[in-house]
């Protein structure tokens, strides 16, 4: 299967600080890249879509000025949780399409914690 | 809106046993692509399996086989000969055109015991 790696894995990070998290395709180019946050115990919640090369493509109710996506290679996609707050903690996945599998594949996840 | 419904939250099964995960989904799009991830306590998302529903012929990975049933949208997940590994979340995935994100079930969570 293909690879897609995240970093940082963990963060621990000081309210009103700004965080990126990196999502690489490591073995293809990925001309979108998806961005979830998960809860403990729940499902995925899709965050927004990344073209690379156009803006991203936010959820109802996801402030893009507070998560800032940028999609500036076809194998690297980051996330910026602006001015964190502790309400952003989560685990943060991304996931990148290989179209020649009809296929997304996920990143290990950055579990982020704001003191 | 295309929603996928798993109705099993919490499934318990033996080693070396078989389970089935269930799963169904509701869409009118004629065309499009159905997913079983597994994410461990790791957290990892981990693709099990996937069937296109224009393929008639229901898809296998080694011990992973599903049973893809398109009139009554159904696609339920077998696990046979379960090992210790094979303890995870198990979600099932659907999404109507290639590229476009996924709708996740909410889950099933399975406990495979000794």
């Known amino acids: 299967g293909a690879v897609v790696s995240q970093h940082p894995s963990w963060v621990i990070c000081k309210s009103g600080t700004s965080v990126k998290i990196e999502c690489r395709s490591l073995?293809?180019?990925?001309?979108?890249m998806f961005w979830y946050r998960q809860f403990p115990k729940q499902s995925l919640m899709l965050m927004a879509t990344s073209n690379e090369g156009s803006k991203a493509t936010y959820e109802q109710g996801v402030e893009k000025d507070k998560f800032l996506i940028n999609h500036a290679s076809l194998t690297l996609s980051t996330l910026t949780v602006t001015s964190a707050h502790p309400e952003d903690s989560s685990f943060y996945i991304c996931?990148?399409?290989?179209?020649?599998?009809?296929?997304?594949?996920f990143g290990p996840g950055t579990r982020l914690l704001v003191l | 809106a295309q929603t996928v419904t798993q109705s099993q939250p919490e499934m318990s099964v033996q080693e070396a046993e078989t389970v089935t995960l269930s799963c169904t989904y509701d869409?009118?799009?004629?065309?499009?692509?159905l997913f079983w991830y597994k994410q461990p306590p790791s957290r990892q998302m981990i693709l099990v399996i996937r069937q296109e529903a224009y393929k008639q012929q229901n898809a296998t990975e080694n011990r992973f086989s599903v049973n893809f049933q398109k009139a009554a949208k159904s696609f339920s997940l077998k696990i046979s000969d379960s090992q210790l590994g094979d303890t995870a979340m198990y979600f099932c995935?659907?999404?109507?055109?290639?590229?476009?994100?996924?709708?996740f079930g909410k889950g099933t969570s399975l406990l495979v015991t000794p």
């Open positions: 995935a659907f999404v109507a055109l290639s590229g476009y994100a996924l709708n």
């Open positions: 869409t009118s799009e004629s065309n499009y692509y």
């Open positions: 073995d293809f180019q990925a001309t979108t």
């Open positions: 996931s990148a399409h290989l179209n020649r599998e009809e296929t997304q594949y």
